[in-house]
């Protein structure tokens, strides 16, 4: 069976990090197996979606580099809808209600202090087709439920193993609002079979929808597709996504300084039995990808080891994957500057005050000019690769110092701060000219 997955978003909002998470898992499964990657784009509810969250949508995945093969938007799929919709209507599946919420209200008010589940009593369906047309002629509009067998509906989950939802314990679902909007529930089905999707991937809070899902499958003479439910994410402590967290948007965590691939890596290992480590590319991490590796315990979204993952990528990157962006904040200093520094990077734009080490300015910090007169004496002539090691040992030699009080005054001499990436690489790079000025305490 040939793979094929979806990721399917309503476009009423950003991406954040609980939807983006969906969408890699859909990724690094199809593209682990050789198959295709859907995006589908949930907007039959046309008041609330917006073109601009769509807009987002794409170039978020795009940035994050989860290109699909094939995209779709339910909203030009309507007639799709309508005829499935047809089709149940003609089997007695979706049946026409006429109550109102207020009237659902109490109904269920009754029932609970009855001690009963507040589960709709299908009252409707025994409307008889002249009560409808006296309702219909009063100008109400039906809303439409399907009528749910009320079974044992089971899977294997390729994620939780053997489930099961017993759709006798819930309502009829209201599949078409009154006012004509294809909710969620029919539409996704009626996709998922028209575009063959093999398996649906998404997180364990559409368990339930699953239920209804495999019986509109049925009822539509489908074959059933495979299921995954993955665990949702938790914040560090083990209790639900904070707000803030759980509401990350991924266009604030660009403008934040996260690497795609640390996201992606992130997203991608928690709560599965992988090591929390920084792939090196989206492939490896997709090659390495099984929901064997995924158990049923949450998956811990925690800010520290983004933040540990994201150093880890840009210790990764080559001088050539980082040169273009070195050009574009104009700090392309060379490969070895790029060596010498990365090692201190934890955003990538922290390397623009790093190339002010080499570039100044810099405001020497001096706190014994006798120290800083004897090595300005021991300078070699030539600073190259090697000089700083020599040059440390004849200071030494002549000052007596050693360890911290040795490095720490050149340091704060020759960058003004004090810490900073490894001087060996540096001094080259600063060059003898400054090196002099900055030991004779000289800002520039
Ligand atoms: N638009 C639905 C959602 O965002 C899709 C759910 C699904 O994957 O079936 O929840």
Request: glycine content about 8%.
């Amino acid at each position: 069976m040939s793979v094929k997955v979806r990721f399917a978003p309503s476009p009423t909002g950003k991406l954040h990090v609980g939807n983006v998470r969906t969408a890699l898992v859909n990724w690094l499964f199809a593209k682990g197996q050789g198959g295709t990657f859907v995006l589908r784009i949930d907007d039959t509810d046309l008041a609330r979606s917006t073109k601009e969250s769509e807009d987002n949508i794409e170039i978020d995945l795009k940035w994050l580099g989860l290109e699909w093969d094939e995209r779709y938007n339910q909203s030009k799929r309507f007639d799709r809808y309508e005829a499935a919709a047809e089709k149940l209507k003609a089997d007695g599946r979706l049946y026409a209600c006429y109550e109102t919420s207020e009237e659902l209200d109490r109904r269920r008010k009754v029932q609970l202090s009855r001690g009963q589940p507040p589960i709709y009593d299908r009252a409707a369906l025994s409307l008889t087709d002249e009560e409808k047309a006296a309702l219909d002629a009063e100008g109400r509009r039906p809303h439409w439920r399907f009528k749910l067998e009320g079974k044992r509906v089971s899977w294997e989950d390729l994620a939780r193993g053997h489930c099961e939802v017993d759709t006798a314990s819930m309502s009829d679902p209201v599949l078409i609002r009154e006012d004509g909007l294809f909710l969620y529930t029919l539409p996704s089905v009626v996709d998922d079979i028209d575009m063959e999707i093999s398996h649906i991937i998404r997180g364990e809070d559409h368990v339930t929808n699953t239920g209804t899902q495999l019986e509109i499958f049925e009822a539509l003479g489908a074959k059933l597709p495979g299921f995954a439910h993955m665990p949702l994410l938790v914040g560090a402590d083990g209790s639900a996504l904070s707000k803030r967290i759980g509401s990350m948007a991924i266009i604030d965590m660009r403008a934040d300084g996260y690497e795609p691939l640390a996201i992606t890596s992130h997203l991608g290992k928690i709560g599965t039995s992988d090591a929390l480590e920084a792939a090196p590319s989206l492939q490896a991490l997709g090659e390495g990808f099984s929901f064997s590796k995924m158990g049923r315990s949450p998956a811990r979204y925690d800010e520290a080891d983004l933040g540990r993952l994201n150093a880890q990528v840009l210790h990764a990157l080559t001088y050539e994957q980082a040169k273009p962006r070195l050009e574009a904040l104009d700090v392309d200093l060379g490969e070895s500057f790029w060596e010498a520094v990365k090692p201190n990077l934890n955003r990538f734009n922290e390397v623009a005050d790093l190339a002010k080490i080499v570039t100044g300015p810099v405001t020497p910090v001096i706190e014994d000019p006798a120290f800083a007169a004897a090595a300005l004496e021991v300078l070699p002539e030539v600073i190259e690769a090697g000089a700083w090691s020599a040059w440390t040992a004849a200071v030494k030699e002549k000052t007596g110092a050693k360890g911290k009080a040795l490095f720490m005054p050149l340091r704060l001499a020759l960058t003004g701060q004090p810490h900073g990436p490894d001087m060996a690489a540096l001094a080259p790079l600063i060059g003898r000219e400054a090196i002099v000025a900055r030991l004779k305490g000289r800002a520039g």
